[in-house]
Nanobody, 126 residues
Framework: QIQLVETGGGLVQPGGSLRLSCAAS????????IGWFRQAPGKEREAVSV????????WYGDSVQGRFTILRDTAKNTVYLQMNSLKPDDTGVYYC???????????????????WGQGTQVTVSS
């Protein structure tokens, strides 16, 4: 059974940092695609950062480029999202998503992903 469990959300002041974790089970991170999406109130879900093991490529959204880093630990079968210089616009529910078999180039599209975690709330506010 494939599962994704996110942890690490919380309340942080602008300019602060958070690290989200996504523990994957039922598949390995050696193939397919996995990454992070977020959804703010009243907005559509958007890709934040995703990694394609199949292509060995990483994608970042324009709004987080240079501030967020996606990290993969194959020994722990866990993906992390290191978020620095957080802004109020980063507030939202962050979801981990995976498709263990996807090898295409459009791995930044939410519709490509078969499995989703329950989400973790990130609030950036003073």
């Amino acid at each position: 059974q494939i599962q994704l469990v996110e942890t690490g959300g919380g309340l942080v002041q602008p300019g602060g940092s958070l690290r989200l974790s996504c523990a994957a089970s039922g598949f390995t991170l050696d193939y397919g695609a996995i990454g992070w999406f977020r959804q703010a109130p009243g907005k559509e879900r958007e890709a934040v950062s995703v990694f394609s093991a199949s292509l060995d490529q990483t994608w970042y959204g324009d709004s987080v480029q240079g501030r967020f880093t996606i990290l993969r630990d194959t020994a722990k079968n866990t993906v992390y999202l290191q978020m620095n210089s957080l802004k109020p616009d980063d507030t939202g529910v962050y979801y981990c998503a995976a498709d263990p078999w996807y090898a295409g180039s459009r791995y930044y599209e939410a519709a490509r992903y078969l499995y989703w975690g329950q989400g973790t709330q990130v609030t950036v506010s003073s």
